[in-house]
């Protein structure tokens, strides 16, 4: 793998070592091989260590495969990617509901393997997103790339914001909900809010409009990613999810009606603000149909 790319003008003055060990975060058994194959240039020259590179320089890295080795996976069907973006490091799909992010099983067929067919090669999912939810899904298209966006994600600078049509009206514009979330003891595919021994979880609710069949269109923001954070704090509050099947299973729509609307990151590498919104088909007629 080669890759090249300019230092953005928002990047200040750092050594090679720094860049490569606080900026790429770059494990130390790569960046071993980086140093004495002599596979990094800056403005196609060799460089030391120690040498300062700034905003404007010309990086380039050559990863043999013995660096990165190549990760086989069974690919799927490209044919069913929708995508929203991409570029020589990530890619942005629009996942239908119904499917899953990745696979439990390695034989077992996902959005993963449809998007790394769609790509031409093994990519990496950065955040899930349940089976019947849609929405917007990032991923790595390579292993270079995948320590930064992985980093992004646990400092929280990759935010996500969700639509959701949920029973009842909504009477305040601002809610969040602080309800601690655990396991289900009697049934291991949902959640509860447990007080006592659940984890933190915080959901900011925005309600987006009301209709006159006593259901309401929501945004959320996680601050926490909790398995069924949204899905169990609409619930527990009084509003769930229409067309949950674990949550609202008496609801009679087609399909659970939470959708991952939203997708803002800063590019690691170019530092440009990415923002990107998306809706699905289903979503929308069945917004029309229950609105």
Known sequence: MKFTFTIPDALPEMTVKFFLEEQLLIPRKIRHFLRVKKNILVNQEEVHWHQTIKAGDECQLIFDEEDYPVKEITPGDPKLVKEIYQDQHLIVVNKPEGMKTHGNQPDEIALLNHVSAYVGQTCYVIHRLDKETSGLVLFAKNPFILPILNRL???????????????????????????????????????????????????????????????????????????????????????????????????????????????????????????????????????????
């Not at 049509?165 to 514009?173: N, Q, S, T, Y």
């Not at 009606?257 to 069945?286: G, N, Q, V, Y």
């Open 153 to 291: 994600l646990e400092k929280k600078e990759i935010s996500r914001e969700y639509w959701a049509l949920v029973d009842g009206k909504i009477e305040a514009k601002e809610l969040i909900f602080r309800d601690k979330l655990g396991r289900n003891r009697h049934d291991r595919r949902k959640r509860i809010v447990d007080p006592k021994n659940g984890q933190c979880a915080e959901t900011q609710v925005t309600r987006l409009k009301q209709f006159q069949n006593k259901t309401s269109l929501v945004r959320c923001k996680l601050k926490t990613g909790r398995t069924h954070q949204i899905r169990v704090h609409l619930s527990h509050h009084g509003h769930p999810i229409l067309g949950d099947p674990l949550y609202n299973p008496h609801s009679k729509t087609s399909r659970l009606m939470l959708h991952a609307f939203k997708l803002s990151f800063i590019h690691p590498l170019t530092l440009k603000k990415l923002s990107f919104t998306a809706l699905s088909d289903t979503f929308e007629r069945e917004l029309k149909q229950n609105g």
